[in-house]
Structures are given as C-alpha cells and as structure tokens.
C-alpha cells in the first residue's frame, strides 16, 4: 500500500528571516564599502533597514541597495513572509554610530554627555580617533559677553547627539 506525500512545508521563524536579511545586506555593504548599516527596526514582519554613507547619499545609493536586497532575499527566501525598506536616517534622527560624524564636521550638535548637566549645544570642528572635538559659546557669569570654549567629548560618553537644523 502506497502512503500518499505530504507537500513539504518550509518553515522559517522571524529571527532566521531577520539574520538572514542581515546577512545578505552585509554582503551587498560589502561592494558598497561607503554605505553601512545603522540600525534595523522590526515590528512583527516588517523590519527596516536604516542605512548612512560616509558622504552623503543619494536615492540612487538607497535604491540599489533596497532592488538588490530584495532581490537575493526573493531568491534565498521564496516562502518566507516579510516586507522590508531601506532608508536614511532623517535629519532630526540623532547619531548613534562614531562613523556618522566626520561628514558633519562644521555642523552644530545638541549633545547630552555624561560628563554635563544638560545638555551643550557646539559646532563640530573635528575628531581626533574616538573624541569629538566642539566650540561651544559660554556666557561668563553676571555678564552678556560669550566665550568661545572646545569642549572635547568621548564618543563613548555620548547618550545623545543631534544636529541643530538651520533655516538660514
């Protein structure tokens, strides 16, 4: 007597979906070596992959990573349920990598350090291998005239850091 076949099902649980997207967009990082990953946000399904370049990048950058992505992820991962994206950090979204700095040199930062109160706000004139180097304006006690002081910050003693948008 012949047993009937069961069709084959392919069960593939979110966290292997997750690593192995991570691992083809590393290999596709690995052609592009001016773009790297930032962070990945997932919700259920949908994970998002935030990317940034050490020059700016355009749309054509974000887009041929996000066809490749989906492409081999089609091809690795037919029966796998997911929808992923592919994007920058907006311009509001602080820094989280020390990677990220050097192309906003010249720019100013609020930055909330261990080391401070409250936060400073200073314009980023250079780095120098894991310190972030900012002139920041002082006001001097019970008078109106403001110094210009560096203040020199460890990236590892950053909490948050985000540039001050100007409309000038």
């Known amino acids: 007597m012949r047993g009937t076949k069961k069709p084959l099902t392919c069960f593939i649980n979110m966290s292997n979906i997750k690593q192995q997207l991570e691992t083809i967009l590393s290999e596709i990082l690995k052609e592009?070596?001016?773009?790297?990953?930032v962070d990945i946000h997932q919700?259920?399904?949908?994970?998002?992959?935030i990317l940034d370049g050490d020059a700016l990048l355009g749309i054509y950058d974000i887009s041929n990573v996000s066809r490749q992505l989906n492409r081999i992820?089609?091809?690795q991962m037919p029966e796998a349920a997911y929808s992923l994206d592919v994007a920058t950090p907006g311009a509001d979204t602080p820094l989280k990598l020390l990677r990220q700095y050097p192309k906003?040199?010249?720019?100013?930062f609020s930055v909330d350090a261990n080391e401070f109160e409250s936060p400073i706000e200073g314009k980023l004139i250079d780095i120098q291998e894991n310190v972030l180097i900012f002139e920041s304006e002082v006001k001097e006690?019970?008078?109106?005239?403001?110094?210009?002081?560096?203040?020199?910050?460890?990236f590892e003693n950053i909490k948050k850091a985000q540039i001050i948008l100007s409309f000038k």
């Open 141 to 154: 006690k019970n008078k109106k005239k403001l110094n210009i002081v560096t203040v020199q910050i460890p």
């Open 73 to 75: 992820a089609d091809e």
């Open 43 to 49: 919700q259920d399904n949908n994970y998002e992959f």
């Open 104 to 108: 906003h040199i010249g720019r100013s």
């Open 32 to 37: 592009n070596p001016h773009i790297f990953l």
